[in-house]
């Protein structure tokens, strides 16, 4: 087991092995000879498994499994969730997952398997629902029959069964997942057959939560967590091997302009993910530099603040921590703004810096990943206050 900040371990494998971990994204193994290879974190945490090796990448903190599948699943969806997903606690991920998913399907389907409405388009010889005039125009010009209908079916074969289908049957090929969980992964599975089975690397088919799939919420957002974090294929003969890689730094800023997103909206103006600006004056595309802060808030079409959030200060990369500073201080300069928040994952006091011969201030603002997920986005909503009071405190003095 490594921490995502570690130097790294050397451990003997085989060179399959070896090859799948530098093809999983988690970490790099470079040969060392006699078998020898030194593994190092790339920035992801995760955990891969092959029948002879398994390697875990934990992120720093040592954030539990619960927490890690908050921000997952908070920054997969574009709106708030009061329904965080929860986890088995475990100190091996693939256990706590298998576990998880299997006790929130079986309290889903409790009371059945989940059915409603789906449209179906088909070609039949007598009226059934209505008449796709158009269809029928382009496909049988001149031609009475058969008929291109659509008509609404109540069926099992709908979104939610078959996103549950698809994650029950990924983490029923994991290896080494206990036998007992092994068995209850596959007899869910088996009371899903009447829905599609997604295909591999298509998009998941949307849903929308409501009172009538309720019991499936939980569950759901767990499986779509596994389903677009994890992989787990059949290899040459009995071989199987599974993955299951996040880029932190790629959730956290996701999760942090989401969740930013949502908090400003009881303030006047908009906010704005990724907001691309010009840093200078030029002529010729080439020219160009630009600048990409992870949020701006506008007011008037105008950015009056600047905000990004970096998962691992550029200290823990071993550069200078003024880095960070340099490139909001281009923020705030392109934007015309006078504060920036910057927001580092981790716990401390918040810290303002006056840029010196400018009116520039940079906020330093932790976010404690370790507290409660509650607690959590109370601490974005305080960010949101602050900076908007901020924001207001400026127009007042004119600065």
């Not at 093809?23 to 498994?49: D, N, T, W």
């Not at 574009?78 to 256990?95: H, K, M, Y």
């Not at 049957?169 to 007899?187: A, F, K, N, T, Y």
């Amino acid at each position: 087991m490594l921490d995502e900040l570690s130097g790294g371990v050397v451990e003997k494998l085989d060179s399959g092995s070896a090859a799948f971990v530098n093809s999983s994204g988690l970490a790099k193994a470079s040969p060392m000879g006699m078998g020898l290879y030194r593994i190092e974190p790339v920035g992801r945490v995760g955990s891969v498994r092959t029948p002879l090796v398994q390697l875990d990448v934990r992120p720093k903190g040592r954030l539990g499994l619960n927490r890690l599948l908050f921000l997952l699943s908070y920054a997969g969806d574009q709106g708030f969730r009061d329904d965080p997903v929860a986890a088995t606690e475990d100190t091996e991920l693939w256990s706590a997952l298998a576990a998880s998913l299997v006790q929130l399907a079986e309290r889903a389907l409790q009371r059945g398997v989940l059915q409603g409405y789906l449209t179906v388009d088909e070609s039949l010889r007598t009226v059934k629902g209505r008449i796709r005039i158009s269809d029928q125009i382009s496909r049988r010009p001149g031609m009475l029959v058969p008929l291109e209908v659509s008509y609404d079916e109540f069926t099992e074969d709908i979104a939610e069964n078959r996103i549950l289908r698809a994650a029950l049957e990924r983490m029923s090929r994991v290896p080494g997942v206990r036998p007992e969980v092994l068995s209850r992964l596959r007899q869910l599975k088996g009371k899903l057959d009447a829905a599609t089975r997604l295909q591999s690397g298509a998009p998941l088919p949307p849903w929308r939560a409501s009172r009538m799939n309720v019991r499936y919420h939980a569950v759901l957002r767990l499986s779509e967590v596994i389903l677009r974090n994890a992989s787990a294929e059949a290899g040459e003969g009995p071989q199987r091997t599974a993955s299951f890689v996040v880029d932190m730094d790629r959730v956290f800023e996701d999760f942090v302009g989401k969740a930013l997103r949502h908090a400003m909206k009881g303030f006047p103006g908009e906010m704005r993910l990724q907001y691309n600006a010009m840093l200078n004056e030029a002529v010729r595309d080439s020219d160009r530099l630009t600048v990409r802060p992870d949020a701006v808030h506008l007011l008037g079409g105008r950015p009056v603040v600047v905000y990004d959030a970096n998962y691992r200060a550029r200290a823990d990369r071993g550069a200078s921590l003024t880095a960070d500073h340099f490139q909001m201080l281009a923020y705030c300069t392109a934007l015309q703004v006078p504060t920036a928040w910057l927001i580092y994952a981790g716990a401390g006091e918040m810290k303002l810096r006056r840029i010196l011969n400018t009116d520039i201030d940079i906020v330093e603002f932790p976010l404690d990943l370790s507290r409660p997920p509650s607690e959590i986005l109370a601490a974005v909503a305080d960010l949101a206050g602050q900076s908007w009071g901020e924001v207001v405190r400026q127009a007042r003095t004119g600065r």
